[in-house]
């Protein structure tokens, strides 16, 4: 019985702490729906999935990084860099570790009004779709390639002056933009349901 109630007032307390962050993400996300607050967001050494109907981009590159999370530990992580892009149907989950709790967001529903963003950067573990590039450029120097954000000198990277992704699924360890303007957004609390 005492096992028990501890339990109940652990999770009891997990979900009051999760409340207010909550809620000032709802706060932020609707300024991000509007298109009027920069968005950089990242999870301290947890990883969250994003998944996408579609995505379409100008301005592309790639190339190996790091991630650092709140301790200061270092993470492998490709970064992908997408100066604008398009996303149908996108999904963001990240669970809550050690519990059945866990948060959904959802916008762009409709082809018509999809989410948008400007100088994208996904730092990834892990990315999977039907990918098609225009204008490849495979091998070149980290530090030389198109995009605004570039990454070191000596590094491979490649580079294209388009990108299409269908059926995009990525585990991702941050993920930042200049602005997402995020339409038909949906934030909500779960069962530690994901994405994919």
Do not use: W
């Not at 790091?66 to 669970?95: E, F, W, Y």
Request: proline share 4%; glycine share 10%.
């Amino acid at each position: 019985m005492k096992i028990s109630s501890l339990t109940r007032t652990r999770r009891g307390r997990a979900l009051l702490a999760t409340v207010p962050t909550v809620a000032l993400i709802g706060a932020l996300s609707v300024g991000v729906a509007q298109g009027s607050v920069p968005v950089s967001m990242a999870v301290s050494s947890q990883q969250f999935k994003i998944s996408a109907d579609k995505l379409d981009g100008t301005g592309f590159s790639q190339y190996a990084g790091v991630a650092k999370d709140a301790k200061g530990a270092k993470h492998p992580v490709a970064i992908a860099n997408i100066k604008d892009a398009t996303l149908d149907n996108l999904c963001q989950s990240v669970k809550v570790p050690g519990m059945p709790l866990g948060l959904m967001i959802s916008a762009g529903t409709d082809p018509k009004n999809p989410v948008e963003a400007t100088d994208l950067q996904i730092g990834m573990s892990d990315l999977r779709g039907t990918a098609t590039f225009g204008e490849i450029r495979i091998g070149v120097d980290a530090s030389t390639v198109t995009t605004k954000a570039k990454g070191s000198k000596g590094d491979f990277a490649m580079d294209s002056d388009s990108i299409r992704i269908d059926g995009l699924q990525q585990v991702s360890m941050s993920t930042s933009a200049a602005v997402f303007k995020l339409a038909d957004l949906h934030l909500r609390l779960t069962d530690g349901k994901e994405c994919f």
